[in-house]
């Protein structure tokens, strides 16, 4: 050892003469002095000079694995954190602030969940008592249109782009030099709800008193207000509530799909149609009678529905009226008989129902509605059904002041104009003719968010942003307030309108200020127990709602005063018994009046009933079809009053034979990627009778026009083919008896004797220590909406793929509403069966992954990428999938889907998922699939984890409804109903424990996958049939 | 091998037929210039290829929804295709393993196209394994590799996986067969070569092969266990497809039977499929000494045989859906014979059912137009059978709601061309640089089993007798 230690070794010979350079280098870990003034080569390198072979190569090989590199790698999208992180903003929890939706006449309080700043989801607000948590699917859908990449950037002059203070001053020196002169100021709107707004309107009036304010609507209820003003001295829409009928008639009036407010009324109706554990025991529900022309969707809910023509609407009222009148005492009116099915029927219930019978209607003819008024008024359903002093504002549409005003225009006499949430030019009946004089304005400015048909033709555009970005308030209901606050600021250089006007009249354009003040003036009066205004506004905008005339309940009748007979004549005069081919309009319960037609979800989500996306069509029955010699998916020119449009046709069972059907919100020209060109805009077949837009027509014409457009339908097998363990229903009397009713319980033969088939499998079944999610869903309840459809489709980022692919069978929906109609035919014949009534009954069918316990799925998947939790969850991940489909194939429910493309960044599928700002839309929680894996439900586990993860912080269990999914959320007559199934305190345990024996049953139970999901039996309220009779029993 | 046979059965070598002759024939087009006929076929085959390349290419990159697939039908053309090459796969085992334990002689003129046209149509069915992928590129997830892959294990509960050991223990095997069985003719050619490339390369591939007592003895050993090993494969791949679908829950795919059946399919198939190839090879290779009526005529039989089995199999199909009282079973094979596919199932009993039972009749049987021409409808028949299989039962399955009909796109047509381009290619190589027949195994056979020609010349190569016309004349 010591030896050793003496002993010395040399690196070389410059350790041992120490070597100045050796020195230096002795520590560094490479010690080669030849490199140490390489950084020198490499300037030389890079500037070009002093290249050596070695450099070159050095050079070249470093460009390619860069190259390389970089080709390998995605690129790289810059996420900036935040320099100083605001306070209670914290990344990757979400925010929610409570807002209000408007859009025309629609209204629902809100509540908009943002996400580092930008709201992603939308949904329903349960403190509000209007709409009571409910949304549609408009509501859910809107959140897009915030993000929507065709909308204007700024304020526009004719094509070219101003800025603010160019438009003001040029604007305001524009109104000033009409006013000088006199000439007539008009401020042409859609229903505005919004107190504040009305202000502002008021004080533009005030500074040009040339200025008048019109409202139109269009989907016009004028006819109602106005039969109400003649009828009850006030020109108002009633409050109705359908929770409180037992018997409910409609005749035309699409009260659960677009009718005023339907989603509120959806609330209401299916309060009053729910039985067993979910309505609280009771087992009686209403009845409802529907007589229309088009099956809408509140047609395929009635108990009864009878198909008429629009000629015969008329008559059918006042029909309905002379027989309850007979019953009641009261006078009769002399029209025309008409001869429709269930009418007698529907007007012996509603006498038997006095007190709780409601009867509505859809027409825009006052006449009409002064006979429904005086029915209602027979019935006794004011102060009961229908609350006449709480009045709703939904509606405000003056159809006669709008048609002035274009008359005005057409006659020069409009010195300026300004268009807000209107769109006259596309949506009004007269839209050409306004179109041609708008030029003749020597001021014309719009407020819409993009160049529309109407603000493409304005001198000035001075765009307004989107809902999310404004301050607003809002009055649905007499005495019922909600505020409106932004969630985001301005994503373009938009002003919102009452800030134009403010400035206009030179006032500070701060709407924020100027609503804060209205609402110290004109609502903290009304409020009790703040201790000073800013407590009532902070908590007014925490909740969205305040709502000082909550619980004043139906206020007494009223006294009716309309001249029945006078309606009467008026009936007589304008419907009369016809032969020919009519023509009724009528709105999807998707696009609504066109006005969001630039939303690429709404444009894919499939109308309830045709289930058919993506284009309008002209709806015939299969006799009509047959007597023009027409089939699905013909084209053929629809004429009325000499304008014609070229549609396909779609065979529609239910449609009163003689009539045609289109939907109106369609043909966009100007509104976008995903609007322009999809339909025809069949506005210009409405018209104006007597001052009010009517949407029929009485002679219409459909002729062959050649060829054929495929419709794009997500469904195409409009039967169920008599299979009872899909769709198990019965009627109510029936149901009364016995609570199992129409369930299908099959038996499997073994050798111990019949068993169910449940008691038998191979499976040894997974445990659900913890959670067993599940969801319930009851078939009375689900009104076929899309509602949940579209809420999904926001909150799991589904893609929108367009027409041809859905025409391809390819749309990406989790959730999708299965409609079947019923058939005719016998369970044994087999090709009839495929064939629906003529006028069937309908039932909606909720589908979405079953989360089987025996899933099929999970066995089959080659790669494990399909498993199942401890939580009852069937798990995808979309990681580990190679695609086989095999999953897909296995599916009994055929509930999943394959990304057949990809659907984001692909110019082939140019919607939200193709640019920057439609992606802001995406929920940062779930992933984007990429194409070549499966996809499908998870019952939203993203929530469920957020919610474990914040009851484990908070050191507790779950609460037993904390966790709702995306569909049981944005349902607003709680058709599903999701939880925790091993919490005896969640509401779904409790409904189980109840229908386990009664309405509850699995979807293909034989087949023993035991999902997680349960439906209730659909009930009918129907008289036995003697036909339905002995089925049931051969049945049984 | 040598055994006795009887002096009454038609011979299965025909012209008398020498060792040398066996050598002369077989290896002429192996040693010779390409012929005009296979320049042609070549050719074509190289174009189809390259096309349909070029659309599998285009599959990838686009996405499988270039092809007609939708949410309901996930599985169409790709696994139609797929199943149809397997079945076609299995005629060259069968013929080269079971026959052989069977000894039936006739099998030594025919095995060898037999077995190549098995391989060749597993890598086609395996070509779609990899193209039915969304996500192909991770295909090697489906194979239980190591952790060093990913954390995580294949599902052994999966008939895919079952399909992924079946279908590579298949071809693995099938691969070992056919070039053992070739290793004495590749030695042949070896020792034939005139020049040093073909020498070198023969050589190497005949693996020292030196033809002592020894090698012979090892090589019969060989086929033997391979035989063994091979022949419970024969019945076991297809049986394991089948489970793919006889595994599952939807209904007209949830069959007992499908085993049995979907093997006897694929015989049946295979074998029209090895008639097709012989028939040509024989008359562009001339070979009709060596592929006799008597060949064409056994393969005939076995053909009516499993066809027949095939037939009862569909009948007991639709007693079964009946007989179960299974409201969807029997509503899919109702909507089977009658629904809007209902072509696609006529052309399929008419295909397979129906035509093959006119084999019934001798001359038919032994007609060579009458044989290709039914062999090509038996093959349209089965991919029928799988098409009907696959597509009628997922286009309407248990929710209504979902059913949906399956076009076909430009691409499914063109990736199903794809694989003829890639199987002719591939055969039409082997034939021109490898022996298409057997020659030891044939030899073995000329003995006993070849047409007797008069003393006078039998043991006189054929050569010598066109050469010296007093041959021919005594042959005469």
Sequence with gaps: ?1036 | MSHVTSAVRTPLVTGGKTYADVTEDISRQVEGKPTRAWTIAFTISVIVLIYGAACVFWTWWEGLGVWGLNKTVGWAWDITNFVWWVGIGHAGTLISAILLLFRQKWRTAVNRAAEAMTIFAVICAASFILMHMGRPWLALWALPLPNTFGSLWVNFKSPLVWDVFAISTYFTVSLVFWYMGLLPDLATIRDRARSKVSRYIYGAFSLGWNGSAKTWARYEYMSLILAGLSTPLVLSVHTIVSFDFATSVIPGWHTTIFPPYFVAGAIFSGFAMVQNLMLIIRVVFKLEDYITLEHIESMNKVITLTGSIVGVAYLTEFFIAWYSGVEYESYAFINRATGPYWWAYWAMMTCNVISPQLFWSRTIRRSIVWTFTLSVVVNIGMWFERFVIIVTSLHRDYLPSSWAMFHPTLFDISDYIFSFGLFFTLFLLFSKFLPVVNMAEVKTVIKSSSEKLPASVSGVAKGERVANPAFNKSVE
């Excluded at chain 1, 140490?36 to 090989?61: A, C, H, P, W, Y």
């Excluded at chain 1, 859609?190 to 202000?199: G, N, Q, R, Y």
């Excluded at chain 1, 919607?911 to 929920?923: C, E, P, T, V, W």
């Excluded at chain 1, 709702?964 to 959320?969: G, L, N, R, V, Y």
């Design chain 1, 1 to 1036: 050892m010591e030896e050793n230690k003496t002993k010395r070794y040399w690196k070389g010979v410059e350790e041992l003469r120490n070597d100045p350079t050796f020195v230096k280098n002795a520590n560094s870990e490479f010690a080669n002095p030849d490199l140490s003034d390489s950084s020198n080569d490499l300037d030389g390198i890079l500037g070009g000079s002093n290249t050596q072979r070695r450099d070159f190569l050095k050079v070249m090989g470093f460009g390619m694995a860069a190259v390389t590199l970089a080709a390998c790698e995605a690129p790289v999208h810059k996420a900036i954190p935040y320099i100083k992180k605001p306070d209670l903003t914290f990344p990757s929890i979400s925010d929610y602030y409570a807002s209000t939706y408007t859009e025309g006449g629609e209204y629902a309080s809100v509540l908009v969940e943002t996400r580092e700043g930008r709201p992603i989801k939308i949904e329903g607000n349960t403190l509000s008592s209007v709409s009571k948590g409910g949304t549609s699917a408009r509501v859910q859908a809107s959140v897009l249109s915030l993000y929507d990449i065709d909308k204007l950037k700024g304020p526009k002059r004719g094509e070219s782009d101003i800025d603010w203070a160019t438009a003001d001053r040029e604007i305001i020196s524009q109104l000033n030099s009409v006013a000088a002169r006199g000439g007539a100021i008009r401020l042409v709107t859609s229903t505005i709800l919004s107190p504040a707004t009305k202000a502002v309107i008021a004080e533009f009036i005030a500074k040009y008193p040339t200025a008048s304010h019109i409202m139109y609507d269009a989907n016009s209820a004028f006819g109602v207000v106005q039969a109400n003003q003649a009828s009850f001295g006030k020109a108002v829409i009633p409050s109705y509530d359908f929770s409180k009928a037992q018997t409910i008639v409609s005749v035309g009036a699409d009260f659960l799909g677009t009718w005023i407010a339907p989603f509120e009324f959806a609330h209401s109706y299916s309060q009053g149609r729910k039985v067993g554990a979910v309505g609280n025991g009771k087992k009686t529900m209403s009845r409802h009678y529907q007589f229309e022309t088009g099956l809408s969707m509140t047609g395929a809910n009635a108990d009864y529905r009878t198909a008429i023509k629009p000629s015969q609407e008329g008559l059918v009222v006042a029909a309905l009226y002379n027989k309850v009148a007979a019953k009641l005492g009261g006078t009769a009116i002399s029209t025309a008989s008409v001869d429709v099915a269930h009418l007698d029927k529907a007007a012996n219930d509603l006498a038997a129902a006095r007190g709780k019978a409601i009867v509505v209607s859809g027409s825009n003819d006052p006449n009409v509605q002064i006979v429904v008024n005086a029915l209602n008024n027979l019935l006794g359903s004011y102060g009961t059904t229908i609350d006449i002093n709480t009045p709703v504002n939904y509606r405000q549409g003056n159809d006669q002041q709008m048609n002035a005003f274009i008359d005005e225009a057409k006659s020069g006499r409009v010195g300026a104009v300004l268009f807000f949430g209107a769109n006259p030019v596309y949506e009004h009946p007269r839209g050409a003719e306004l179109a041609e004089s708008i030029s003749k304005i020597s001021l014309s400015v719009s407020f819409a968010d993009r160049a529309d048909e109407t603000a493409s033709l304005v001198k000035y555009i001075a765009p307004a942003p989107h809902y999310l970005e404004c301050w607003s308030d809002a009055e649905p209901k007499q005495g019922f307030y909600s505020l409106a606050q932004p969630a985001i600021t301005n994503i373009f250089k938009t002003r919102q309108f009452q800030s134009s006007l403010l400035t206009w009249i030179g006032k500070p354009s701060d709407f924020q200020v100027y609503l804060k003040n209205f609402w110290r003036t004109n609502r903290y009066p009304q409020a009790s127990g703040f201790s000073s205004f800013d407590a009532f506004w902070v908590k007014c905008l925490n909740d969205g709602v305040f709502e000082p005339n909550k619980g004043a309940g139906v206020a007494g009748g009223a006294s009716f005063a309309g001249n029945v007979a006078q309606a009467a004549t008026g009936i007589s005069q304008r419907y009369k018994p016809s032969t020919g081919l009519e023509l009724a309009l009528y709105e999807k319960v998707s696009i609504g009046t066109g006005s969001l037609a630039n939303n690429p979800w709404l444009q894919e989500m499939p109308d309830p009933v045709t289930k058919a996306c993506w284009d309008n069509y002209a709806a015939l029955s299969q006799k009509t079809a047959n007597e023009l010699s027409l089939a699905q998916n013909d084209l053929v020119n629809v004429t009325v009053n000499g304008k014609s449009i070229e549609l396909p046709v779609i065979i529609q069972p239910g449609q009163a034979d003689n009539t045609v059907s289109v939907a109106i919100g369609y043909g966009r020209e100007k509104a976008g990627k995903a609007a322009n060109g999809v339909g025809k805009n069949a506005y210009p077949f409405a018209s104006v009778a007597g001052g009010y837009v009517t949407l029929s027509s009485f002679s219409a014409k459909v002729e062959k026009a050649g060829g054929t457009r495929e419709i794009a339908q997500t469904q195409t097998h409009d039967t169920v083919m008599g299979r009872h363990a899909v769709l198990q229903e019965t009627i109510l009397a029936n149901y009364q008896k016995n609570p199992k009713a129409g369930r299908f319980e099959p038996k499997v033969v073994t050798s111990e004797g019949p068993k169910t088939s449940t008691d038998i499998s191979l499976w040894n079944g997974y445990g659900k220590p913890n959670h067993s999610w599940g969801m319930v869903i009851d078939l009375n309840a689900c009104l076929g909406c899309g509602a949940c459809v579209i809420s999904c489709q926001a909150e799991n980022n589904i893609a929108v793929v367009g027409r041809q692919e859905v025409i391809n069978r390819r749309e990406m929906h989790w959730l999708r509403i299965d409609r079947y109609y019923s058939s005719d035919a016998e369970p044994e014949n087999l090709k009839e069966l495929e064939v629906a009534s003529a006028n069937p009954e309908v039932t909606f069918q909720p589908m979405l992954c079953q989360h089987c316990s025996n899933a099929p799925c999970e066995t089959v998947c080659p790669v494990l990428a399909t498993t199942h939790s401890t939580e009852g969850l069937n798990q995808m991940t979309y990681n580990r999938c190679v695609g086989t489909r095999y999953c897909a194939n296995n599916c009994p429910y055929k509930v999943r889907r394959f990304n057949w493309f990809k659907y984001f960044d692909n110019d082939n599928f140019d919607y939200n998922f193709n640019n920057d700002l439609g992606k802001m839309a995406i929920n940062p929680d779930v992933t984007v699939r990429s194409r070549g894996v499966i996809e499908k439900c998870s019952f939203c586990v993203q929530r469920i984890q957020e919610s474990k993860l914040t009851a484990k912080k908070e050191r507790r269990r779950l609460e037993p409804d904390e966790v709702q999914t995306a569909c049981s959320q944005a349902c607003s007559t709680g058709a599903i109903i999701f939880g925790d199934m091993n919490n005896p305190e969640s509401t779904i345990s409790k409904i189980l424990t109840e229908e386990k024996d009664g309405r509850a049953f699995h979807v293909l139970e034989e087949i023993n996958v035991r999902p997680q999901i349960s439906y209730l039996t659909k009930i009918r309220n129907k008289d036995e049939e003697p036909k339905q009779a002995t089925r049931q029993e051969s049945h049984a």
